[in-house]
């Protein structure tokens, strides 16, 4: 299976192109790392690879497919602020459960625990909400899975603990993963192959 961008161009209103004719491909099971400058288009582009912004020029498809535009979205994003990504008036319970009901394997694997279901998201910390944020996204369903900066906010311990997950998870069900960073020492610990943004 196979995550294909091709020719994607996008600007936000009247300004500048941020990404001009960009090709871009993602294979099941491949860990493809996308780095660059602050302000070169990588949130935007990881944005348009999971649907959540239309591109000006292009297409975004999966073996040849669109994206289903209804139901489970097999490109799952994960944001850098999870605090954004939560519904404030949802107790995490619900906000985890929205796609899936993850098991309580994957949940102890990232430190999530059982009181914090009952807890709204201003009660826990961001590293905490991320944990979540990441549990959502790894559905058994999810065929591609575009992490953007998801652990920059986080310690040293948290970071390797989401990491370590997330790899094993891509691993067991043959995610392909985007990891877009500026953390060049993450990338090349990480990635089987990078992608320069400019």
């Given amino acids: 299976m196979q995550l294909e961008a091709r020719n994607l161009s996008f600007r936000y209103g009247k300004g500048p192109l941020i990404i001009n004719n960009l090709n871009l491909e ?27 912004e239309l591109p000006q020029g292009g297409s975004v498809k999966i073996d040849g497919k669109s994206i289903p535009s209804k139901g489970f ?3 799952q994003l994960i944001f850098q602020h999870p605090e954004k990504a939560v519904n404030p008036r949802w107790q995490m319970k619900k ?25 709204w998201p201003n009660e826990l910390s961001g590293g905490e909400l991320q944990r979540f944020c990441v549990a959502k996204a790894l559905s058994p369903k999810t065929r591609f899975l575009i992490a953007d900066e998801i652990t920059t906010m986080l310690d040293a311990i948290t970071q390797a603990q989401i990491w370590n997950v997330v790899l094993n998870k891509a691993r067991e069900n043959n995610i392909g993963v985007l990891v877009v960073s500026h953390d060049q020492h993450l990338i090349n610990r990480l990635c089987d192959r990078v992608f320069i943004g400019k």
């Fill in 73 to 75: 979205n097999p490109v």
């Fill in 26 to 52: 993602l294979k099941s099971g491949e860990i493809l790392g996308l780095s660059g400058p602050s302000g070169c288009g990588k949130t935007t582009l990881a944005k348009i690879l999971s649907g959540y």
């Fill in 95 to 119: 906000t985890l459960n929205e796609g899936w009901s993850p098991d309580n394997e994957l949940l102890d694997s990232l430190g999530i625990e059982k009181a914090w279901l009952k807890r």
